[in-house]
Structure formats: C-alpha cells, structure tokens
C-alpha cells in the first residue's frame, strides 16, 4: 500500500475500529488491466455477499450479459469467479458517463460561442499594472495604483457568467471588455469604450460615463457578472440578488468578443471563479465560462454513494443478518478485509477524481456533511460551560468510518491532494459574507472542519502538510460582520449619544437588546471555533508530546509568527488581514485560559523570565531590551552560567518540536502516518525533518522552562510539566501576536468610533445654528440647507450606529476586555519577575515592553467605557504606571524603540486625570524615583516626551496655559491628525495637573545642587538650541516668500519649523513651573550657580520676546502667511509662556523694599539685549499702555472722589497702590476676540482673550511693567570707567576680569562659568582650563580638580551664550 497509514498499529483507527491494510495484502487486488479477474484461491461468500449487497443495484441492468462478452445469469455467489469487480465497476461508471444527462450534478454548458483554452484563468500578459497571484492565476492583488487584467478566455454569443469573492471592499471595478479596449494606470474597466463595470465601494457603475448603480458592497461578498449577448445586457448580482441590468445595447457582432476583466486599487484583491468550481448562485439560462467536469462528477458521485452505503453497512452490521450468519459460518472473521477489498476498488476509481477542487466540492463535502449530519439550517443553542454546545448532534463514528476508508485507499499525493481541495473548499465558504446574523453558511463550514479535524490522524497530518502551509488556518477563526441589510434587521432601532451624555437619539433599551442579540450569535460561532482549537491542542492524542497535535500546532504557529513579526517580507497575497488576527487573538487565549485552568490548575499565569535566555523558544530576529543576543550572551557569560543550570548546555541541544519549527522555519516533524517511500507532498516521512536535515535520533527532551526542577521527572508529573511549559509557549505566542495586528485592528475600530463622534458633534452644532437662525428670523432657504445638512449627517450616523453595535457586541464585550485586562496582568508580572534577574532582564524580546504599552492604549482610549459587569481596571494601570515610572530610563533597556515606547506610554499616562490618578496613587517612594528619572539633564537622550511629561504636571497652572486647544486654533479647520497615543505639546488634551508630582519636583530639585544644576543648564540649552533652530527655519520661509517667483517650501521643513516651536514652547512650560514652585534656585544666590541660571534664563527669554513680540520681524511675516502646516505657530502660546516666567520672576520684587533684593530685576536690566518695548508688545504697545494708563487715572480720580473708596492697603508697597484698582477695556466675553489676530496689520494683545487670560494675570502684567519702566528710569545711562577694550570679547556686556590657566586669555565671569558648565576648554586656543581667577577680587572661581569635568564635547544644540 502506498497510501499514508502504512504499518502504524492502527492508530489512525481508534475510532471506526478498522485496521490499516498491510502492504503485501494489496498486492492481489491491483488493477492490471480491464479484463483482470479476481482469482480467489477458494470461494470467499462474505466477500460475494459484501459486492452484492453495495452493487446488486447497479449491475441489475446488466444481466445476461458480460463486460467481455460472456453470458452471465445474474448476481449469484460465485460472481468474483465470472469477472473482475474492476470491470464491473468499469462497466457501470462509463454507463453513468453516457447518461450524465439525466444526473442534476452536471449543470448544462456549451463551447458554442467561446474562445479560449478549456482552464480559464486570469492573463497576466493582459496585465496592465503590478499584480502578485496565487498558485492557480484566480486569486491577484493589485500592486499598484490602478490595476487592470483581463482572462484568458472571451465570448462572442451566448449567455455568460463568472464569479468573483471579494477580499477587500475597497475601490474595483469589475466586469467585461473587449481586445480592442486601451487600458492604463488611470483608465480601468468601464472607464473606456465596450467596457463595462461595476464599483460597489463607489456604488457607481461605468462605460465611460457613469452613474449611480447597486448596493455597498463589503469583504467576502460573491459579486456575480452576467452577460447575454442575445439581449445585449450586462447584469451584475450581489449575494444572488440581482442589481438590475446595468447596461443595455451592449455592443455585438462579428469581431466583438468580451473577456472578463477586472481593475483594482493598491492593495485590493479578489478571487474569481469562472467554474473551476460549482458556481455559488448560478443564474438561470447563463454558464460558466470554464466547462465542468461532467464525466469525472457522475463517477465520483457514484463512487461517494458506494462508499456511503459500505458505511452504512458497517456501522449497521448487526442489522444484516444474513452477513451477521455467513461471517459466523466462517472462522476468523472477514468482515474488516472484505470491506477494505471493496473500499480499496472504488478508491482505484474515485482517488484521481477527487484532486479536482469541483468534485471535492460537489461530491464529497455534500456526502461528508450528510454522515456527520452537519445542516446548514441547523441551529444550536448554546448552552454555556459546555464543551460541545457548537457541535453538539454531529455523528463523528461514521464520519471517521469514511476518513479511514479514504486513508487506507487513497495514494499519499491523492489523500493529500483531496483534504487539501476540501479544507479550501470549507474556507472559501467560510470567507463568505454572511447574509444574516444566523451565520449558516459560517457555521456549517466550520463544523464539517470540526468533523474533519476530529479524526486524530486526519488532523496530525492536515497540521503537517495543509493548515498554514496551503490554507490560511487563522481565517477559520475569523467573524465577519454581517452586511448593511442584515444589520439593518438585526438593530432595526438605532441609538446614539454625545460624550458627554447631553444629547441622546433613539431607544437605548432596544437598542442594547438588538446589541444582546448580535453578541449570542457571534458566541455560537466562536464556540464552533474555539472547539476546534480544542482539538488541534490537544497534548493526549500521541504516546510522547511532541507527536501530540499541539506540539505540531505551536510549530506551525510560531513560523506563522515569524512570518507575520514586524521587518519580515511576506507577499500581500499571503499576509493575513487585521480582523483575522484580532480573532486570531481572542480565540487563542479563551482556549488558553481553559487549558490552563485545567492542567495547570492553581499555578499563577506568569512567564518564567529564564524562557527569554535558556533557548527553549527561538525569537528568529526579534529585538531584545538590551540589545543584540549575540551581545548580550557574549557581555552576560557569567550571570547567565549562574542562572542557568550546570547541564543545560547538554540539554539545550535537544530541543522541543516547537525549537525546530522556529529555528528551521518549515522543518516540522511527521507524524505516525508514515511509510519507508517518499511523499509527493513535499514531506520527508518518518522521522527525518522536510528540509532534508538528519532524523533526529532518541527520545526528544523538552527543556523545563517551569520554576521548579531543572531536570524532568519521569511519570505523570513530569508530563504534567511538559504540557504546561507548551501552555507558556503558546502564551508567548498570544503575546507576540497581539504586537504584530490585534492592537493595530482595535485602534481601526477605535478610529470608527471617534467618526460617529465628530458626526453627532456636527449635528449639534447644525442645531444650534438652526436655533440661532429662526431667533435672528433668517430666510427659510437657509434653514431647508442647514436640514438637508442635518438628514446626511443623520443617515450616517444611523449606518454607523449598527456597525457600532456589531462592535460593541463582538469587540468590546466583557469577554473581549477581561481577556486584554488578564494579558495586561500576565505581561507586567512577567516583566517585573526578569526585571527582578539583575542584568538578565536586558533578555527579555522588546515586544513584550511593546504589548503592554499597546495594551494600555487600548484600555485607556479603545474601551473608553468598561463594559458592565467588568472589574475596573484602575489597580492595574497604577501597577503598570509604577514599572513605567521606574523603568523608563532603565539603563539595562538599551533597544530604542522599547524606550521611546515606555516614555510615550508613560506621557500617555499624564494625559488623562484617570491614569494621572493611577500615576498619583504610587507609593511615594517610586514617584519621586520617576520625578528623579524626569529630571535628568536632556544630554545623550530623548527629552522631548520627559519633557511634555513635565508639562502636563503644570498645564493647568501656568499663564493662560488653561485651555485644552491653543485660543488661536479654535476657529482654523483641518484634516483631523491621526488617532494616536504619542502626545505632543499642541495635541488637543485637556488640562489636569498634577500638585502631587509638582511637590515631588520641588523636593528633588531643592534637595540636591547635584541634581538641579545640570538639569536647569540643560534645560536652558535646548531651549537655547530649539528656538534658534527655529528662527532660523522662520528666516528662510521669510526669505522664500519675498522671492518674485513662485516658491514651494518643502513639507518636511515645515515639519521640523513647527516642531522646534513645539520643543521650545515646552521648554518654557517647564521653566514656568520651576520659577513658580521653586523660585529659589534662580534668585537665591547663595544657592551653587543660581546667578548664572538667573542670568542665562533672562537671556533667552529676552530674546524670545524680542524676537516674537514685534509684527515686523519674521515671526510675525510667517504667522501672517498663514501657512498650511504652520498652523500651531503663533504669537499666543509662547508669549504667554514667556509672560508668565517673567511675572513670576518679577512679582517677587514687587514686595521687596530693598533695591539690592530685586536680583530678578537687576539681572533682567543687565541683560544687554533687554528692551522695554517687547514688554509694551504684550499688551499691545506702548501707545495702547499709554492709552490704558490714562483710563486707569480716569477711574482711579473717580474712585479717589468717592467716601466708599478704600485706600488702605497694608500689603501693597508704596508706589504701586493705584495699580490694583485699574479699569482695564476687554472685550466682551463671547465675541470673536480671534479673528483680528489672524491679519498681519493687527497687533497682538493679551487683552485679545478675555477667555484664556484672566483680569487677574493682565494686572499683574500691567503691574511688572510698570515696575520696569521705574526701574529703567531710576537707573539712567549706566556710567562705567572700562574702556571697550577691557569688554569680555564673548559677550561684550561686563568687563573681562576672569583670567584662564594656564593660557592666561580672560572673559566675563558669567561667560566662562557658562562654559564650564559643558565644556573644560579655553573658548580660544582650546587648552585645558586649570584654574580660573578673578581679577578685581583675586578669588579662584573654579579649579579642573573641584569640578571634575573632564569631557569637551559641547551639548547637543549649545550655541554661544548671546547668540
């Protein structure tokens, strides 16, 4: 026997009882030639009575007569001895050949008015554009922008059709067209003459005009393109149901002939079936293009009918007694032989049949579902907690009966073959779009897989050589969403409502119970489904494990893995979609958690860290935290030799199936069907490896990965071990596979949900305006306008409320949430166990980090609202907030992407008061270590989200820093930015600070010089470094635009232009917050450098505000272009951020008596580049204050004339009392205050938004500058005796007094101290500096020893200290 079941002690017949054949038994029944005959050495009668029974029927015509011309008087005992049973059958087959006509199989087809070869496929010389095709040239996805490709086959007369599936519903265009027909990357089908199309994402049907046609079609819909070429129509159907004729007058005649033609969009795709298999909805009077298999359905229909019947016979033996009577009479029995003898002649016949996909389809999967007794009307209950509840009432025994015939008879290349028809043929109907919520054709699918997969040797060797190799397995897991009309019927009252609650539509209740409905529906299928993961993870079905169907499994699933993992190149053709592994995702860890519950029952679900570096799971190319392995086991030798055990070197060398699967790609191991001759499937049978590689010899060890002993123990508990640490692999797997698609899939749905959204908002502000036009009387047009506009947005929402509720029924249910918020915990704990290893942890792959930040995502923005009956989550997100918080600047994560994702999921965390909440509510121990991490200096590292972090702890405090959206913004429209979790410092979130961290902050900085120094100069550097990058970008921009030809500005330097205004308008944020909770560490001198820090901070800002406060300087030339891209720069955000340094910094000395006390004052007047008129600018200038002052006096003379007035005020120092009773002019609350901004002839002013400053924060303004205008005057023209000569050549502001060793060259002391900060060298002649004196008091100011600093590379972005 060449079949597969070879000589396997009948392990593949455990459940029909029958055993295999062996292959010296065959050798009497091979087929010679037509006129062989059976030659029994002696009479067998139950062999005689087994033929007649089955072929008694069918040779009753034929008596009296022989195949060879010889009489026969009918069907007696000795029938064996008059001729051969393959003759006979012979003679029976061809006789249903001649009369094929009277079978329904074979539907009527003709050549007449066909050109073409008899296989009918798509013509990739046709091909207009980029297309990648599968193995049979039917299924193609478009490469390229638009697509065109006709089929090899055309038409001239007669009545046509083809079908095509639908694996994308994005823009194609499907249908006929002729050879003259000139097609393009901009013209398709129907976009030229004798060319016509459909466009179901368009909804559009076209031959060069177009006009609005059929339904919106979606993924996994069959679209069925008709033409008759006797009425000249072209009609297009949906499902089955017509569209309605398309075209009529379609051109005839001699020369015209029409080939199916189809153009695709980038990235579409499809398969279209021209009758390679039955047509899904054939159309009455039409024929496929493709002739079917008329001769081979009629035989392999008989032939499946005498299989049926010999199943019959046997599961049903004992009803028969007159072979119950002849098989007693003889000793031995012969019943299993006679019935193999007889399965074995059919099979000889019905074998090569059934590698066409149409009789696999027509023939066997109808005859496979009436034995199981799978309906597709079936419905079933689902009774919950029950294994069986979707495949309840299937009739496995004589299903499996039927799979042991075929595996004892078939060739290995013709049982391959067939299961590998029959699982495409399942899949493909699977893939249907299901009409209603009743998933039949879903269902039935899947179950007749269940059926299949339930024969213990049928699914070892489908995992082996079909699952994932030829079909896409994961697509079996998949529940697609029924379509617009079956929701419609499903969710006939629809329901909505605005974010906050204030505006509700519809029937909550009905819409919930419609919502209830979808969800029981979607639990049948994924029971069906998660029964046959059930199946294929089954660990008993073989004496050792890694025989076992799980081990096969999690082979094939981690080279699924390694395919899919983020850098490998899988064709588009074979990558599997978004849905599919979000489906993928939740059905794995349902099976998990039960698996786990029941061999692992009481053990915590954790990830021992050691499965990261003792080589039990290979992670291809995957990135870990510390770097490359190959590095990290090369720098770790002694931590890991202490880790790991004395003999794991031995041990590792011998690895798990699930090793080999993933170290060698394809290289799995084959299973008990084998035999010693070679598979033509491309497999190596027995115990050799498919790449060729050496059969592994003994026993395969599998490397305990579980806490505990090292070595495996023998018996029950050693098992018991080994099936849990494939639990973990799976785990791991889960994992991976959530990184690769599932979170980017919630996101999609996320995005859906945040477009109905923006949808009810429209809504509500087209009521307002309604409102406020019948309260102002406007004409009824406009009204009737703003209704029509209502109604579209309505009809929107209606869609998309049902698809919401398909969502909120199949994607964010409980189960769904519980199964992110179960992983969430799995993964932190694993992390926090590695991160407990030491310098281990550096092993751990960077997708775990990655989940998790993913996950929190999810929870956070996906599942905006927990479904009910679920436990909140908030525990868990202040558990992952603290790991976040403490690891974020982890020096053992050396990967870049793992680190930029835990500083982005952590700025997320502040982002929002429920996770802030989480953040807040850390011991406090690990919340001022993350305040620790956050102010480190911004050198040699990523600062930009630590910063915005740092931010968010003040948004809400600072200087009109209250609002959520910049005021300037809140009238400009644009595309909306893509929904994402990475913050920026212009994303529209809205203020919730945090005084807690802002406590912490002070308390770090002020206990240590150590600390707050560095963190301050840098700070100030790269404020330094942002803003001149981004005034220098503004020059140039400025100097495009005045160029007399057209000039196109580059967007990527538009990019960085608004980038470097966001950095450095954060950069003042942060030194905002600073100045207001901790004052001291600028304008307290006693504290290390505070004077410099001081004078380095009025610096910038002076140069900020000289540079930003005037319309006439570049700033205010590129805001008044208003430039698409440039649309967050404006003069509001960053002078307000400026303003309020300066007032905090100033209205210390407001209260100060002391000349000598104000230091922020004097230092900000001795800044050379000061100018009293940028402060003017914030209110709007000079004349505008000089105006405002004489306002003020007006209402201060007033309010001095009145007995109610109080003058007394012991707080306010002399000279400033009139200032706090000023009648400062704003403009009323709720006018457009915005739009004079936007005009580059208009000045800015604070007064401008009443809404964002308060009348508060303008006095203070109003109350510095009037104290720097005193101040200014009392000083005079500063009288110095220095020459210029004796100036310091840096800044040439002070005198240079501080003398370098030993080069001896001199500059100011504020310059070199500023040096020194970042840099050990002479500004000059680059000699190391020694010692620095002062000249005017002899004192050393700085000594190489004392300071240590031994490095000369300059900061990132240093410039010059007055640059």
């Known amino acids: 026997m060449s079949g597969p079941m070879g000589n396997n002690g009948g392990g593949g017949y455990r459940s029909g009882g029958i055993p295999p054949i062996p292959r010296e038994s065959r050798q009497d029944f091979s087929m010679a030639g037509p006129s062989m005959h059976y030659q029994a050495p002696t009479a067998d009668p139950l062999l005689d009575a087994v033929v007649r029974h089955v072929f008694e029927e069918d040779l009753r015509p034929y008596r009296g007569s022989h195949p060879d011309g010889q009489c026969l008087d009918g069907i007696s005992s000795e029938l064996p001895d008059y001729g051969s049973v393959q003759c006979l059958l012979r003679l029976i087959l061809d006789d249903q050949v001649r009369h094929q006509g009277r079978s329904s199989l074979v539907p009527p087809w003709s050549t007449e008015g066909r050109l073409g070869p008899s296989r009918v496929q798509f013509d990739s010389k046709s091909a207009v554009g980029i297309f990648s095709f599968n193995h049979d040239r039917l299924g193609l996805n478009s490469q390229d922008n638009f697509s065109t490709i006709c089929a090899n086959t055309c038409v001239y007369k007669g009545r046509w059709q083809y079908e095509l599936m639908l694996g994308t519903k994005g823009v194609m265009q499907v249908g006929w067209a002729t050879m003259g027909c000139q097609f393009s990357q901009e013209k398709g089908v129907g976009d030229t003459p004798d060319s016509y199309a459909y466009d179901g994402n368009r909804q559009r049907k076209w031959n060069v005009a177009t006009y609005k046609y059929g339904a919106m079609w979606q993924c996994g819909d069959i679209i069925t393109c008709t033409l008759d070429l006797e009425e000249g129509v072209v009609q297009f159907f949906r499902n089955g149901k017509s569209l309605g004729p398309a075209f009529g007058n379609v051109k005839t005649g001699p020369g015209v ?137 299937l009739n496995l025994p004589k299903a499996h009966i039927l799979f042991d015939f075929l595996m004892a008879s078939l060739e290995s290349h013709e049982l391959l073959k067939c299961l590998e028809n029959l699982i495409i043929c399942l899949l493909t109907g699977h893939k249907q779009a299901a009409e209603s919520i009743h998933f039949r054709g879903q269902k039935y699918n899947l179950r007749l897989l269940y059926v299949l997969l339930s024969h213990t040797c049928l699914r070892k060797y489908c995992l082996n050589h079909i699952l994932f190799d030829k079909v896409r397995f994961p697509s079996f897991m998949n529940v697609k969403t029924v379509d617009e009309e079956g929701l419609t019927d499903v969710v006939p009252k629809v329901w909505w409502s605005s974010k906050d609650g204030s505006f509700t539509v519809g029937e909550k209740q009905a819409y919930d119970e419609s919502c209830n409905t979808i969800r029981r529906a979607v639990e049948e299928v994924e029971e069906i489904q998660v029964s046959i993961l059930r199946l294929l993870l089954s660990a008993t079905d073989a004496p050792n494990y890694q025989d076992s169907s799980r081990a096969l499994f999690l082979a094939k699933f981690r080279t699924f893995l390694k395919e899919h993992a983020p850098g490998s190149r899988v064709p588009s053709v074979g990558y599997t979609p978004l849905p599919v592994i979000l489906c993928l995702f939740h059905r794995l860890l349902t099976i998990f958690d039960e698996l786990w519950k029941t061999e692992a029952p009481g053990n915590e679900v954790i990830i021992p860290p050691r499965l990261f570096y003792d080589g039990s799971i290979s992670y291809f190319d995957t990135h870990r935290l510390g770097g490359l392995e190959s590095h990290l086991i090369k720098t770790l030798k002694k931590e890991l030799a202490k880790a790991l055990p004395s003999n794991h070197m031995d041990t590792s060398k011998v690895i798990s199936k699930i090793d080999n699967a993933t170290a060698g790609a394809s290289a799995v191991l084959d299973i008990d069907m084998c035999h010693s001759e070679p598979s033509t499937s491309g497999a190596v049978l027995g115990n050799a490896l498919v790449s060729g590689e050496p059969a592994i010899q003994g026993d395969i060890q599998h490397v305990n990965v579980t806490p505990g002993d090292v070595e495996d123990k023998p018996g029950k508990q050693a098992d018991s071990k080994m099936m849990r640490d494939s639990l973990l692999h799976l785990l791991d797997g889960i994992i991976l596979l959530y990184h690769i698609g599932a979170h980017k899939q919630l996101g999609k749905v996320a995005a859906q949900r945040d477009s109905m959204n923006d949808n009810i908002t429209h809504i509500i502000e087209i009521n307002e305006k309604m409102t406020y036009c019948k309260y102002k009387g406007s004409s009824p047009t406009l009204l009737e306008e703003l209704n029509g506009s209502k109604l579209v947005f309505i009809n ?73 009956g679920v436990p909140s989550s908030h525990c868990l997100l202040t558990s992952v907030g603290e790991f976040l918080a403490l690891h974020f600047s982890d020096p053992r994560i050396v990967y870049a992407d793992s680190k930029d994702s835990l500083i982005q999921a952590l700025a997320g965390f502040v982002c929002h008061q429920t996770t802030l909440t989480a953040l807040e509510n850390m011991p406090e121990a690990s919340r001022q270590q993350m305040v620790r991490n956050l102010l480190q200096p911004y050198e040699n590292r990523a600062w930009a989200q630590n910063n915005w972090i740092l931010v968010r702890f003040w948004k809400g405090c600072g200087f009109g820093f209250r609002y959520t959206k910049s005021p300037h913004m809140t009238n400009k429209f644009g595309p909306k930015p893509a929904h994402s979790d990475n913050p920026n410092f212009t994303q529209a979130t809205a203020p919730c600070h945090s005084p807690t961290f802002q406590k ?28 001149s990058e981004f005034i220098g970008m503004l020059q140039e921009i400025q100097n495009a635009s005045n160029r007399p030809e057209r000039v196109f500005i580059d967007s990527r330097q538009l990019r960085i232009c608004a980038t470097c205004f966001d950095l450095a308008l954060a950069l003042l944020r942060v030194l905002e917050m600073i100045v207001h909770i901790a004052p001291q560490l600028f304008t307290d001198f006693s504290r290390p450098n505070a004077e410099l820090l001081l004078s380095r901070l009025c610096q910038l800002l002076c140069q900020v505000l000289n540079r930003v406060s005037g319309w006439s300087g570049c700033f205010g030339h590129v805001v008044g272009l208003e430039i698409p891209g440039l649309e967050t720069i404006h003069h509001y955000p960053i002078l307000t951020a400026v303003t309020g340094i300066l007032v905090t910094l100033i209205k210390h000395d407001l209260v100060q008596v002391n000349l000598k006390a104000q230091v922020a004052t004097r230092t900000l007047l001795n800044e050379p580049s000061f100018q009293l008129n940028s402060m003017y600018q914030l209110l709007g200038g000079q004349d505008v204050m000089k105006a405002t002052s004489a306002m003020a006096d007006a209402g201060a003379c007033a309010l001095s004339s009145s007995p109610a007035s109080d003058k007394t005020n012991p707080t306010t120092e002399e000279g400033s009392s009139d200032l706090e009773c000023l009648l400062l002019p704003t403009l009323p609350r709720g006018s457009d205050s915005h739009a004079t901004t936007n005009s580059s002839t208009s000045k800015f002013s604070l007064r401008n938004y009443p809404d964002n400053v308060n009348s508060e924060e303008l006095s203070q303004v109003e109350r510095v500058i009037m104290h720097l205008e005193r101040c200014v005057e009392s000083r005079g023209e500063p009288t110095s005796g220095a020459d210029e000569d004796s100036l310091c050549t840096i800044c040439y502001a002070y005198p240079a007094s501080a003398v370098f060793q030993p080069c001896t060259h001199s500059s100011c002391r504020a310059c070199v101290t500023q040096h020194l900060m970042n840099r050990s060298d002479c500004f000059f002649c680059k000699t190391t500096i020694q010692v620095v004196t002062d000249q005017s008091t002899g004192t050393v100011v700085y000594q190489a020893q004392a300071l240590d600093k031994t490095t000369d590379q300059t900061a990132p972005g240093m410039k010059g200290p007055h640059n």
């Open 1000 to 1027: 912490h902050v002070v308390e770090v900085l002020e206990s240590s010089s150590e600390v707050a120094t560095p963190f301050l100069n840098s700070l100030l550097n790269q404020l330094n470094w942002a803003f």
């Open 796 to 868: 929107k929402l209606e869609e998309q409320a049902r698809q919401q509720a398909w969502v909120i029924a199949a994607i964010h249910s409980a189960e769904k949430y519980s199964h992110l918020v179960s992983l969430m915990q799995v993964i932190l704990s694993t992390l926090k166990a590695a991160s407990s290893e030491g310098e281990l942890f550096g092993f751990v792959p960077d997708f775990y980090v990655e989940s998790l930040t993913e996950m929190c995502t999810a929870l956070r923005l996906y599942f905006t609202i927990p479904p009910e």
């Open 257 to 393: 002939a029409y080939f199916p033609a189809v153009s695709l969009a980038l990235g579409e795709n499809l398969i279209v079936n021209f009758g390679a298999t039955p047509i899904r909805y054939p159309q009455r009077g039409f024929c496929p293009l493709e002739a079917p298999p008329s001769s081979d359905l009629v035989k392999a229909d008989r032939c499946v009918s005498w299989l049926k019947t010999l199943i019959k016979l046997y599961s049903d033996w004992r009803q028969h007694t007159d072979l119950v009577r002849i098989e007693e009479q003889i000793s031995g029995g012969r019943r299993k032989a006679c019935i193999l003898i007889v399965v074995q002649h059919i099979a000889t016949h019905l074998g090569p049949l059934l590698a066409t996909p149409y009789v696999v389809e027509a023939c066997l999967v109808p005859a496979l579902a009436e034995i199981a007794e799978v309906s597709p009307e079936l419905s079933v209950n689902i009774i919950l907690g029950s294994h069986s509840s979707g495949t309840a009432g």
